[in-house]
């Protein structure tokens, strides 16, 4: 198994970045595929973007070019730099761990960090 806990959500102005942790403990991080998923008020989860256990990336056609994702295996962690964020990309994000890709069902989740974008 591994533990998966988000950190660095807050507020920021359109226009503006963060970057979101996810740090993950337990088994070996370098054995999982990990990926950002993401939650709005009232709106179903959805895919952000992910990576491979050998780091190749795919992302969701509303962030490819604004977000990028990465992982440090060194240090068990995985992260998603956000820029140029629209108040569309707010949401409650979470980052997921499986041991072949990540998707809605994959078996391992963060609690959760939030963003929220104002206008």
């Known amino acids: 198994q591994v533990q998966l806990v988000e950190s660095g959500g807050g507020l920021v102005q359109a226009g503006g970045s963060l970057r979101l942790s996810c740090a993950a403990s337990g088994r070996a991080f370098s054995n999982y595929a990990m990926g950002w998923f993401r939650q709005a008020p009232g709106k179903e989860r959805e895919f952000v973007a992910r990576i491979s256990r050998n780091s190749n990336t795919y992302y969701a056609d509303s962030v490819k070019g604004r977000f990028t994702i990465s992982r440090d295996n060194a240090k068990n962690a995985l992260y998603l730099q956000m820029n140029s964020l629209k108040p569309e990309d707010t949401a409650v994000y979470y980052c997921?761990?499986?041991?072949?890709?990540?998707?809605?069902?994959?078996?391992?989740w963060g609690q959760g960090t939030q963003v929220t974008v104002s206008s």
């Open positions: 997921a761990a499986d041991s072949v890709v990540v998707s809605i069902r994959s078996p391992y």
